[in-house]
T-cell receptor
């Protein structure tokens, strides 16, 4: 298995809702990442998990809450989002936490906040 | 902080012509460098990577890139463009435990 699987592919949520994005990989990678990508912009790093521990938080608002239950799974819990949080959320993983081998990306979750 | 600069937000080439997408990095020490491609409504796919083993790096789909320290460049090339190459291309650098992307170049292929 050489894929990163993200679910759901599309999500529409209200500003008072609580939802979660899920990311899974079975490549034995030890680092996992969340990126946010707005239209016509490059991906922006949100969080890095290395060996299941949060190692980087790029000053992301607390309405985004990451979780890494095990080495294969990464969640992003969403609560009280704003319309400007609408974006494509990308998960990635890498064998080496330093990223020297590059990342494997999932196809993303398209989030719309209404 | 390390970064990459992609010259040209849009590049148009004719089918069968040479593809050249430009990327310059800012670092006193050669970093890890990457090119990724993103097709509409999809995630990013790694085209190739430079990790100091060789200055000319070959990737997937016929793409290659040459690391030139003297020019701090890592330009992406393909000898003959196909219609299927139309996509967004991102140059990226890995300074620490993360990858930082350039602003991207949209490649248009003209029939």
């Amino acid at each position: 298995d050489t894929e990163v699987t993200q679910t759901p592919k599309h999500l529409v949520m209200g500003m008072t809702n609580k939802k979660s994005l899920k990311c899974e990989q079975h490549m034995g990678h030890r680092a996992m990442y969340w990126y946010k990508q707005k239209a016509k912009k490059p991906p922006e790093l949100m969080f890095v998990y290395s060996y299941e521990k949060l190692s980087i938080n790029e000053s992301v608002p607390s309405r985004f809450s990451p979780e890494c239950p095990n080495s294969s799974l990464l969640n992003l819990h969403l609560h009280a989002l704003q319309p400007e949080d609408s974006a494509l959320y990308l998960c990635a993983s890498s064998q080496d936490p330093g990223g020297a081998d590059g990342y494997t990306f999932g196809s993303g979750t398209r989030l719309t906040v209404v | 902080a390390q970064s990459v600069t992609q010259l040209g937000s849009h590049v148009s080439v004719s089918e069968g012509a040479l593809v050249l997408l430009r990327c310059n990095y800012s670092s006193s020490v050669p970093p890890y460098l990457f090119w990724y491609v993103q097709y509409p409504n999809q995630g990013l796919q790694l085209l190739l990577k430079y990790t100091s083993a060789a200055t000319l790096v070959k990737g997937i789909n016929g793409f290659e890139a040459e690391f030139k320290k003297s020019e701090t460049s890592f330009h992406l090339t393909k000898p003959s463009a196909h219609m299927s190459d139309a996509a967004e291309y991102f140059c990226a650098v890995s300074p620490d435990d993360k990858i930082i992307f350039g602003k991207g170049t949209r490649l248009h292929i003209l029939p």
